[in-house]
């Protein structure tokens, strides 16, 4: 246990030192003018001004969370950056996730929102399974999860194995009505959830059953109220 968390935390440091290095090997997965190499329900999907756009309003509205899927390729090990703004409600990028019907997604989630809940922010950052497992760790969680015995595709085990921060103080650093950087680096079982420069948690999956060692990327554009997300920016680097 002790050589995971300490692994664990030396790949936070690795990462840390690594936030404003040069980004040499990553790649565009947005020409900022079309939705090319994207598939999803257009009727929610646009783009503006060189900003990819999922939005809902009062006479567009969707009965589940529907998805924009990069359609081109799958990922395994990667290092994934954009920046996001969002408006009105709950969203995320999915990855190592699978297509499971039409526009909708199972998989692996680095959330994002807006302060929905009494006022503040939950769920940003968090390490999350859209579709499955669910919530495995919240934001300032290092967590290793392992296969459940009784509802192994629900409720896995999931161990608290560390801290990366206070989770209202990391709530701190995400802006309002501005740009956020989020970055996304799973390599092997671990996946790391940073924004703004700041770890908001780690997870190690263990889980035999249901871990996916790749699969596709998505934005989620959650059912519910009106909802707009705004993403940019958005490059990838695969992990050798």
């Known amino acids: 246990m002790k050589l995971v968390l300490s692994i664990a935390l030396c790949f936070t440091l690795l990462l ?6 040069q980004e040499d090997g990553f790649v ?12 999803g329900n257009e009727k929610y999907w646009r783009v503006e001004d060189g900003v990819l756009i ?12 529907t998805f924009l899927i990069y359609k081109d390729k799958e990922f395994s090990d990667f290092d994934l950056r954009f920046s996001y703004k969002v408006d009105g409600g709950n969203s995320g990028i999915q990855y190592r996730s699978e297509l499971i019907g039409d526009w909708f997604v199972k998989g692996m989630q680095a959330d994002f929102e807006d302060k929905i809940h009494k006022g503040k922010d939950s769920f940003s950052g968090m390490y999350f399974e859209e579709n ?15 296969t459940g015995k009784e509802n192994p595709a629900k409720k896995p085990e ?4 560390g801290s990366v921060g206070d989770r ?3 709530e701190k650093v995400i802006k309002r009505d501005d740009w956020n950087d989020y970055r996304i680096v799973a390599r092997g ?30 934005w989620q554009l959650h059912a519910g109220p009106p909802l707009k997300i705004q993403m940019k920016d958005i490059r990838i680097k695969e992990l050798k």
């Open 28 to 39: 565009s997965l947005f020409d900022g003018k079309t939705l090319t190499g994207w598939d």
């Open 168 to 170: 209202e103080e990391l």
């Open 189 to 218: 079982p671990m996946s790391m959830h940073i924004i703004n420069g700041r770890v908001m948690s780690i997870g190690i999956d263990e889980d035999k059953t249901n871990h996916r060692s790749a699969g596709i990327i998505a």
């Open 158 to 161: 999931v161990e608290l194995i």
């Open 16 to 21: 840390s030192n690594q936030l404003h290095a």
């Open 54 to 65: 999922g939005q809902t309003t009062p006479d567009v509205t969707t009965k589940k969370n």
């Open 132 to 146: 499955g497992r669910m919530f495995m760790g919240q934001r300032g969680d290092a967590v290793i999860v392992r």
